[in-house]
């Protein structure tokens, strides 16, 4: 089982450079969420998406851009790489909440991003 | 934002120690949920709690939902090495279309040979 999967697992980057992280689960999931974790700070949420075709802010969008062309798939953007966005970036999708799904969060194993 | 305080933010004891930390919020939530995460790996889910005063177990884990919907405890009992990592608590407040959820800032866990 799959689950959710991201891509790349590791990437280093010069300031000033722009990447995509991927982001792809095989759990048909309405809901996707891109978070961002530093030491001592537990997760924060860059992105999040309701559904295909849909992106919302989180409580840290500055500096991220996201699309969710297919529903299986949750793409963050990086335009112009800072040092403060080195970070381990964690992926997760989720139901609704309803009566059978109740909004579990499932997540991938990370991307760690360093930007020098 | 929601802010939840974890605490303690990191333990050290010994294999068969018990284990207690907590989640308190200044808002309410209407779904706590337990995380552990290992080195390397992305959040994995523990117990999920939908209901003030609900008590649930999982195996030699114990969380409950405050009855005030402002906090939740987890208790591990009989700790063994694979217990080691880090413990985040979360909190949800599901209106539809609007489920995030907030984190706790974890509880790092180290098992002393």
């Known amino acids: 089982n799959a689950g959710v999967t991201q891509t790349p697992k590791f990437r280093v980057l010069k300031t000033g450079q722009s990447m995509t992280l991927l982001c792809a689960q095989d759990?048909?999931?309405?809901?996707m969420y891109w978070y961002r974790q530093d030491p001592g700070m537990g997760l924060r949420l860059i992105h999040y998406?309701?559904?295909?075709?849909?992106?919302a802010k989180g409580e840290v969008p500055d500096g991220y851009n996201v699309s969710r062309l297919k529903k299986q798939n949750f793409l963050l953007g990086l335009e112009s790489a800072a040092p403060s966005q080195t970070s381990v970036y964690f992926c997760?999708?989720?139901?609704?909440?309803?009566?059978?799904?109740?909004?579990?969060?499932?997540f991938g194993a990370g991307t760690r991003l360093s930007v020098l | 934002g929601q802010q939840l305080n974890q605490s303690p933010q990191s333990m050290f004891i010994q294999e068969g120690e018990d284990v207690s930390m907590n989640c308190t919020s200044s808002?309410?939530?209407?779904?706590w949920l337990w995380y552990k995460q290992d080195p390397g790996e992305g959040p994995v889910l523990l117990i999920a709690?939908?209901?003030?005063?609900e008590l649930t177990s999982n195996g030699r884990l114990t969380a409950q939902f405050g009855i005030t919907r402002k906090d939740s405890f987890l208790n591990i009992s009989a700790s063994i090495p694979s217990d080691v990592g880090i413990y985040f608590c979360?909190?949800?407040?599901?209106?539809?279309?609007?489920?995030?959820?907030?984190f706790g800032t974890g509880t790092r866990l180290t098992i002393i040979p």
């Open positions: 997760a999708s989720s139901y609704p909440s309803g009566v059978l799904a109740k909004n579990i969060q499932y």
């Open positions: 759990m048909n999931h309405e809901y």
């Open positions: 998406s309701v559904g295909e075709g849909t992106t």
């Open positions: 808002s309410i939530f209407n779904t």
């Open positions: 709690l939908y209901k003030a005063g």
């Open positions: 979360a909190g949800l407040i599901s209106n539809f279309g609007n489920e995030k959820l907030t």
